[in-house]
């Protein structure tokens, strides 16, 4: 799934440059995802068919949705002599068979390999087919440079939402609208996030938004391309908002979508770790009350007073509980943080990512609240994931359905949470965020520790 080779040594300290079992997915899949949270969006994959199918399938075993990905279908004559023919009929492929409103080209490892230029190959397109006075109106085109031998699938995640800023966003009055771009989390998460907005009387424009067309209700016709995703006209227009609100602890001084909206159009930039748990959830909710003017609104002050009820009532079973956490980078470190919050202990935080900005935001994050800090680890496989928790006697998994061999070896208990999640049923509709999402994690834990131990004991306890 991933082309990208480690350099590094194996926690044995022997040199190892292969990948065994990646924790983590490629680059372009995280650039389809974000494509796919835009209204009237086609993702198209500059590479070879393969790429597009594999990554189809991943991520309808997830959502459980249909997810079209074009592709401009290259073969091994195409490493030679370019892609761009390939590239300009598929554009015309997509735009006679689903009139998109934009299509949002992603390269791959080929296709970067051989040096096409895409941005050129697409200006071409556009100006053959005006002269030619086809396919009019065209649909709005946006590249991402994707290549899954550099960085995860959140770089091409982030990669693609700062790209439909960048060429889309037109400079715009003043509003009152505040720009949220959440990363990549959940469709659940999504819906929950404009909730809290509409309570707090904020208008929210949030980028991308997979709340509809990747976790759509059932319509008695097939729609290519389904409803839902960002308006072109708000991303048009998040250049005169008041304010952006940037998930992702380890976006710190990265070139992101809300970076380029600060410097372009000078929107009030705040970035922040996922409101994952109480303590992060609190400082969103306090940024939120500063830009609405308004309190905390009632129905999520009593959720926040359940939460809180469920750590004083859940507290015997969790703590002193040891846990290796692993996936993206960023939900690691909202997940971390979020243990330390009850009482579990955190003894192993590993990502496939490469940021280099893992452990910074991971002592920033919880480093008051841990006595010390786990083994941080980015840059990592499963291999790696399982030689280094040799020894930390773990209670528990956290983190996607990739992490359920180790589970099962080790005899303990995994919390699927993140993506992908393949071996169980709804993963598009767990919650992640805010009081709601971590009183629904908090269940999940405690009730997954209560399973394992009825299902150890030669009893059976019926009452724990």
Request: glycine letters at 12%; a neutral charge.
């Amino acid at each position: 799934m991933t082309a990208a080779v480690s350099h590094r040594h194996r926690a044995q300290g022997s040199p190892y440059v292969s990948t065994t079992n990646a924790c983590k997915l490629c680059t372009p899949l995280g650039a389809c995802l974000a494509f796919r949270g835009v209204e009237g969006a086609v993702p198209f994959l500059h590479g070879s068919q393969g790429c597009a199918t594999y990554m189809r399938r991943y991520i309808i075993s997830h959502f459980r949705e249909p997810m079209d990905i074009a592709s401009s279908s290259l073969g091994e004559k195409h490493a030679i002599y370019g892609g761009g023919p390939n590239l300009k009929q598929g554009l015309k492929n997509v735009v006679d068979k689903y009139q998109p409103q934009l299509i949002g080209v992603a390269t791959t490892c080929l296709t970067e390999t051989i040096g096409d230029d895409v941005p050129r190959m697409v200006r071409e397109f556009v100006q053959e087919c005006q002269a030619g006075g086809e396919m009019a109106p065209l649909p709005r085109i946006v590249t991402v440079s994707s290549p899954s031998y550099r960085g995860t699938h959140m770089e091409g995640f982030h990669g693609a939402v700062r790209a439909l800023v960048e060429q889309l966003a037109q400079a715009a009055p003043p509003s009152a609208a505040v720009n949220l771009l959440p990363g990549l989390v959940s469709p659940a998460d999504i819906r929950y996030l404009k909730e809290i907005l509409r309570d707090f009387g904020l208008t929210g424009i949030i980028l991308p938004d997979i709340s509809e067309t990747l976790d759509g209700p059932q319509e008695m016709t097939y729609r290519r391309i389904p409803a839902g995703g960002t308006p072109l006209t708000d991303i048009a227009a998040m250049s005169g908002s008041r304010a952006t609100l940037e998930f992702g602890a380890t976006l710190s001084g990265q070139d992101t979508a809300g970076r380029l909206l600060a410097q372009r159009f000078g929107v009030r930039l705040f970035q922040m770790g996922l409101p994952l748990g109480l303590r992060e959830t609190d400082r969103f909710f306090g940024l939120l009350e500063t830009l609405s003017g308004r309190e905390n609104p009632r129905p999520h002050a009593l959720e926040r007073g359940r939460l809180l009820d469920a750590l004083v009532d859940g507290h015997k079973y969790v703590f002193g509980k040891r846990a290796v956490v692993y996936g993206e980078e960023d939900l690691v470190v909202g997940l971390t943080a979020f243990l330390a919050e009850i009482g579990v202990r955190p003894v192993l935080c590993a990502s496939g990512g490469e940021s280099g900005h893992l452990e910074a935001a991971m002592a920033r994050v919880c480093g008051d609240l841990l006595p010390e800090l786990p083994v941080v680890w980015g840059g990592v496989d499963f291999y790696d994931i399982a030689q280094e928790a040799q020894g930390l006697a773990p209670d528990l998994l956290i983190g996607h359905s990739k992490g359920y061999h180790l589970a099962r070896a080790w005899g303990i208990p995994l919390i699927r949470v993140g993506f992908p999640i393949h071996d169980r049923f709804g993963g598009q509709r767990l919650l992640h965020l805010g009081y709601r999402g971590a009183q629904q994690l908090l269940d999940r834990i405690i009730n997954a520790l209560l399973a394992q131990k009825q299902a150890d004991s030669p009893v059976g306890y019926g009452y724990l």
